[in-house]
């Protein structure tokens, strides 16, 4: 009966393990769309601004973007292969990248329907991304000393005590032995 109860409680944990990797592999995924996020905008706005239509700019970025980004684009790019419109296409963007990247499918697609200039959007997408990107890293600043207080305490904490406790206490036990 014990035997039995530790097989389950074994694959009990494996099950918890494996779930618990995935879940910390999804949240790393997603930090590192978020981060590379604006590097994507930013050439999405300099294919525009060269001349390349959305579509080119599409293929582009699916080959070229930021590692993590490149998925989107890629389903992005499937899409528009098997004759998908672009506007429609760009509703894979989100679904693969995550929420973050919805803003960015929308206000393509968007100007894609209407026919609206995509200079202007794009501009304000690249800004929205630096002033994300900013924040982010200003937040990652913030975060530094407290990362580096272990490692700063282990480190100094035994040099301190060997270069001043350590000769103190010798100092006293060695006069207190010439006061015998």
Request: proline share 7%.
């Amino acid at each position: 009966m014990s035997l039995l109860l530790l097989a389950a409680a074994v694959a009990m944990s494996a099950v918890a393990g494996r779930r618990w990797r995935a879940a910390r592999s999804d949240t790393a995924r997603s930090l590192d769309v978020e981060r590379s996020l604006p590097a994507m905008v930013e050439l999405l706005v300099l294919l525009v601004e060269a001349g390349l239509t959305p579509v080119q700019a599409a293929r582009h970025l699916a080959e070229r973007a930021p590692v993590a980004t490149r998925p989107g684009w890629a389903a992005t790019v499937h899409r528009l292969d098997r004759g998908t419109a672009l506007a429609d296409a760009l509703g894979e963007l989100p679904v693969v990248l995550g929420p973050c990247a919805a803003e960015i499918a929308d206000a393509l697609a968007a100007a894609d329907r209407s026919g609206l200039p995509l200079g202007p959007v794009l501009e304000r997408l690249a800004a929205e991304a630096r002033a994300s990107r900013r924040r982010q890293l200003e937040a990652d600043a913030r975060r530094l000393p407290v990362r580096l207080g272990v490692p700063l305490v282990v480190c100094t904490l035994p040099s301190f005590v060997l270069l001043t406790v350590v000769p103190i206490g010798l100092g006293t036990v060695s006069s207190l032995r010439d006061l015998r």
